[in-house]
């Protein structure tokens, strides 16, 4: 099955500096890479997510960039505010038929200004 | 429109009693899936479902059931409660038969003590 392993477990920034969260995954069929935001008390939400078909997608200060011969797919944040300080977390479909998400264990992202 | 609702939302448990924690979804989603979060451990699947009448074992399907006669409704349940199930637990669906590739709507959560 799917193995799905992010870095790093915490991270922590200055006020309009970049961050980088990287995952890699187990299961070379895959297609499909999600990217989660979870503030603290609250549910998951996707934030931005890619398919195998392209190499790289933007959104404002987001992107997410996959190399499948590597197998490994990044979360990046420019421009860095306190209000992204959250868990992130990575994911990737399980089995054969790709019908669940595998997760990351997350990376706790600390923005200070 | 709700989106996806768990009930309850808090609950304190008793080892060796049992419950069922409901989630349901106004979305028409065919994908419905339970996760249990743990502090360093991320989101970790214990069951799923891709369809009424179906369920399938996640990751850590250990100590839980769960049912899908409905459609809008996806049951967990607990059958003799033990300490290592104290956790938050989520509920998302997602649609699109035929596959992942879309976004997952999770539910607000319910945590669990077990003592």
């Known amino acids: 099955g799917e193995n799905v392993e992010q870095h790093p477990s915490t991270l922590s920034v200055q006020e309009g500096d970049s961050a980088v969260i990287k995952c890699t995954y187990s299961?070379?069929?895959?297609?499909?890479f999600p990217w989660y935001k979870q503030e603290l008390g609250k549910r998951p939400q996707l934030i931005i997510d890619?398919?195998?078909?392209?190499g790289e997608k933007k959104d404002q200060r987001i992107a997410v960039t996959l190399n499948k011969t590597a197998k490994h797919f990044s979360l990046h944040i420019t421009e860095t505010q306190p209000e992204d300080s959250a868990v992130y977390f990575c994911?990737?479909?399980?089995?054969?038929?790709?019908?669940?998400?595998?997760f990351g264990k997350g990376t706790t992202l600390s923005v200070s200004s | 429109n709700a989106g996806v609702t768990q009930t309850p939302k808090f609950r304190v448990l008793k080892t060796g009693q049992s419950m069922t924690l409901l989630c349901a979804q106004d979305m028409n989603h065919e994908y419905m899936y339970w996760y249990r979060q743990d502090p360093g451990m991320g989101l970790r699947l214990i069951h799923y479902?891709?369809?009424?009448?179906?369920?399938a074992k996640g990751e850590v399907p250990d100590g839980y059931n769960v049912s899908r006669l409905k459609k809008q409704n996806f049951l967990l349940g607990l059958e003799s409660a033990a300490p290592s199930q104290t956790s938050v637990y989520f509920c998302?669906?997602?649609?699109?038969?035929?596959?992942?590739?879309?976004?997952?709507?999770f539910g607000q959560g319910t945590r669990l003590t077990v003592v």
């Open positions: 998302a669906s997602s649609w699109i038969p035929g596959g992942v590739g879309t976004e997952a709507f």
């Open positions: 299961d070379s069929a895959s297609n499909y």
């Open positions: 890619i398919r195998s078909n392209v």
């Open positions: 994911a990737a479909p399980r089995g054969e038929a790709g019908t669940a998400l595998i």
């Open positions: 479902s891709v369809g009424e009448g179906t369920t």
